[in-house]
C-alpha cells in the first residue's frame, strides 16, 4: 500500500500534534505565577492591641477609641456606644489581614492605583504605635484593592499591596451603621379593666 503525499504529512502532524499534547498533560503545574509572594500579614498586631481608629473618607471622619473597660465608643461624628460587630470586624480585617500580592512604584503613578487621593484612609494605634492602610481603587479584575501600608512621608519608591475587598466592605457603612442600636421600646402593658 502506497501512502499519496498528502495524506503522509498528515499522518506526520497529528503524530506531532499528539505527542505535544501529552507532553505538556505530564508536566506539573505552576506553582507560582509571575508577579506573585508569599502571602503577609499586613500589620504584626493582634486585635486585642488596637486601641483606636479613625476612618477618613473624603466627605466624613470616624473617630473610635477603646474606653477603660475594652468598650469601643465613636467620638466623631456623634458620640456613643459603637457598634462592636462593625469595630470588631475592621480591627480584625487590620490584624489577620493578608496580601499576596506587592510591587513597587515611583510616587508619580499614584494616580493610577487610586492612590494619590485615597477613597478610604485607616489610622489606628495598636501598642502606641501609629499604623495607616490607603485604600484606592479596585484591580483590574475587581477581586482586591491596591493599598499603601504605612507609607513612609518622601518615599523614592512606594511598596503597593492587593487586599481583600472585605475591607471595602468594613468602611462602606453609614456613620449610623456604626453606632450600637438602641433597643426598641416595648409598649407597657395595659392595665386591666
Request: charged letters at 15%; zero cysteines.
Amino acid at each position: 500500500m502506497k501512502l499519496k503525499p498528502a495524506t503522509f504529512w498528515l499522518l506526520f502532524a497529528a503524530l506531532i500534534l499528539g505527542s505535544v499534547s501529552l507532553w505538556s498533560l505530564q508536566q506539573p503545574p505552576r506553582t507560582e505565577e509571575a508577579g506573585q509572594t508569599t502571602p503577609q500579614k499586613l500589620f504584626a498586631i493582634e486585635e486585642s492591641q488596637i486601641q483606636s481608629l479613625t476612618v477618613k473618607k473624603p466627605n466624613e471622619t470616624l473617630l473610635f477609641e477603646k474606653d477603660e473597660n475594652g468598650v469601643w465608643q465613636m467620638k466623631q461624628p456623634q458620640q456613643g456606644v459603637a457598634n462592636d460587630a462593625a469595630v470588631a470586624f475592621l480591627a480584625n480585617l487590620l490584624a489577620t489581614g493578608m496580601s499576596d500580592r506587592t510591587f513597587s512604584i515611583p510616587p508619580t503613578d499614584l494616580a493610577t492605583y487610586g492612590l494619590d487621593q485615597p477613597s478610604t484612609t485607616i489610622e489606628f494605634t495598636a501598642n502606641g504605635k501609629p499604623h495607616t492602610l490607603a485604600l484606592g481603587n479596585k484591580n483590574f479584575n475587581q477581586s482586591a484593592i491596591y493599598a499603601l501600608i504605612d507609607a513612609p512621608e518622601n518615599p523614592q519608591n512606594l511598596t503597593v499591596s492587593l487586599v481583600s475587598l472585605d475591607f471595602e466592605t468594613a468602611v462602606g457603612r453609614s456613620p449610623h451603621a456604626w453606632l450600637q442600636p438602641t433597643p426598641a421600646a416595648s409598649p407597657s402593658p395595659s392595665p386591666a379593666e
